[in-house]
């Protein structure tokens, strides 16, 4: 089966695993704080936090910024449900935006302005398949409106325009994205003050963790503030820092997969559309193509899979999945949804070799171009 993500783990992660283990500490400790210095050089950023998730590291921002109840955040519906479930962790309330269009299926600022009320607060980007948004373009929105502006940068690591764009920046390192920690996810904030409270929410609030008691040999502490068990350990952090200098080439090679499909299937299958025709800053996270509108997806997604090709869909609307249709009634996101009625993502990842691209490819047109596969033959 050609799958449509693989963590690519070895040796090195083995041994890097193994060191933890006999050094007998894998809970947070120093290898996680030389992650958190690592992970900041590669986004040439003063410093950065370690967690658990990516849903934890929005949660911490949202938390710190003191965004609560009776406050609005613009979100974009075309994203993973975590995005929206932080705000309500807070208690404020998801504004749900639309994209700018299937081309470019990014959160909209033109549809951002028009959904802002005096109770909006913050706006979160998402760098849907890991293409950056406009970021002048949203520095200057989010000025004029006075917002908090967060990235949710779960797709976009390795590049060092992501985590400039406002007050912090959000990542993901879960299985699928393009560095692997198992689980975990990390934080990068324009003010320190921000970034230290983040890092005693991670930990219950506490003045200190267990690694500083130990190594200052004082086992006292105070809890100042509302705080979380958001904390990253060892063995994640350990695989981490092996999984951090092998990002760079990683995200290269995704890039030329990706200009290898885009050739492909405007060679091969044009009926099939690519998003982000326009050249873009990307990690180039997954690989998003639109059927064409009689192409029947499900049928497609049957005959792919028959092949041994696995494919996806990034993402079912956050605004029409069931509890947020109670949540947020009457949402109506026209271009989010015609996107999201066409999406399919095909296999992308570092370990796919160009064979299985143009394997992909061929069996796309083939399924594309059946006639019992579109509407119209009902």
């Known amino acids: 089966m050609l799958l449509v993500s693989k963590p690519i783990l070895g040796m090195e992660e083995k041994a890097a695993l193994s060191e933890v283990v006999d050094s007998g500490w894998i809970t947070m400790g120093e290898r996680v704080r030389e992650f958190e210095l690592a992970f900041a050089r590669l986004h040439k950023a003063e410093d950065s936090l370690a967690v658990s998730s990516c849903t934890a590291a929005l949660h911490l ?5 003191e965004i609560g109840p009776g406050d609005e955040v613009l979100v974009p519906s075309m994203t993973f449900v975590a995005t929206a479930n932080c705000i309500l962790y807070v208690g404020a309330t998801p504004v749900f935006v639309d994209i700018e269009s299937d081309h470019v299926p990014l959160i ?14 913050a706006v979160i980007l998402m760098h849907y398949a890991g293409y950056l948004a406009d970021r002048g373009a949203w520095q200057a929105f989010a000025r004029r409106r006075g917002l908090f502006l967060i990235e949710d940068a779960a797709h976009a690591p390795g590049r060092v325009e992501v985590g400039t764009y406002g007050v912090a920046a959000a990542f993901s390192f879960y299985g699928n994205k393009n560095l692997t920690t198992a689980e975990g996810g990390a934080v990068i904030a324009s003010d320190r003050t921000l970034l230290e409270t983040m890092r005693q929410m991670r930990g219950h609030g506490m003045t200190s963790g267990t690694y500083q008691r130990l190594t ?11 705080g979380f068990n958001y904390r990253m350990d060892e063995l994640r952090a350990a695989v981490g820092l092996v999984q951090l200098r092998k990002l760079t080439d990683w995200n290269d090679t995704r890039g030329r997969l990706t200009e290898l499909y885009r050739r492909l299937i405007a060679e091969r299958c044009p009926s099939v559309s690519i998003p982000f025709g326009e050249p873009r800053i990307s990690t180039y996270h997954i690989m998003p193509v639109l059927l064409p509108e009689a192409a029947i997806r499900s049928t497609v997604i049957d005959q792919l899979r028959q092949r041994g090709i696995q494919t996806t869909i990034h993402y079912p609307p956050v605004h029409r999945l069931s509890f947020f249709r109670t949540k947020c009634p009457n ?28 394997t992909v490819v061929m069996r796309l047109a083939a399924a594309v171009g059946s006639p019992r596969n579109l509407l119209a033959a009902e």
């Open 108 to 121: 909209s600022i033109e549809d951002a302005e028009a959904k802002c009320t005096s109770r909006t607060r």
């Open 216 to 226: 200052s040999r004082n086992p006292n502490y105070d809890v100042t503030m509302l």
């Open 331 to 358: 949402t109506d996101l026209p271009c989010t949804e015609d996107f999201a009625h066409r999406e399919l993502t095909l296999p992308l990842h570092p370990d796919l070799q160009p064979e299985a691209v143009e």
């Open 61 to 65: 921002i949202l938390h710190a910024l």
